[in-house]
């Protein structure tokens, strides 16, 4: 069974940098993709940013150059770099895995970040 567990998400000042964590338990295929959705109450989640297992990854506008998404393939994780971050970004993030060509898409449970102004 898979599972997608997420860390990070605090209170943080605007301007301020936090970093998101989503470990896989147990093991997904490839090619796959992981990435990280943002949702605020009464929104759809959107995307935030994604990576695939090759390296590639594409962002939000909203987010380019402030965010940076990696992962550890060795260890099925992904991570969410939030720099300069803004009340805007108030969100619960929820980390997302797809494995590429098939219907099998996993959620996290989601992690609330919080931006003060």
């Known amino acids: 069974q898979v599972q997608l567990v997420e860390s990070g ?3 943080v000042q605007a301007g301020g940098s936090l970093r998101l964590s989503c470990a896989v338990s147990g093991s997904i295929s490839s090619p796959n993709a ?3 959705y943002s949702q605020t109450p009464g929104k759809q989640r959107e995307l935030v940013a994604a990576i ?3 390296g590639s990854s594409n962002y939000a ?7 940076t998404i990696s992962r550890d393939n060795a260890k099925l994780t992904v991570y969410l770099q939030m ?4 009340p805007e970004d ?10 590429l ?3 099998y898409v996993y959620w ?3 992690t609330q970040v919080t931006v003060s102004s």
């Open 9 to 11: 998400g605090v209170l």
């Open 90 to 99: 108030t969100a619960v993030y929820y980390c997302n895995a797809v494995v």
């Open 108 to 110: 996290g449970q989601g």
């Open 52 to 54: 695939t297992s090759g």
């Open 101 to 103: 060509g098939t219907r």
């Open 34 to 36: 992981m990435g990280w």
């Open 83 to 86: 720099n300069s971050l803004k």
């Open 61 to 67: 506008d909203s987010v380019k150059g402030r965010f």
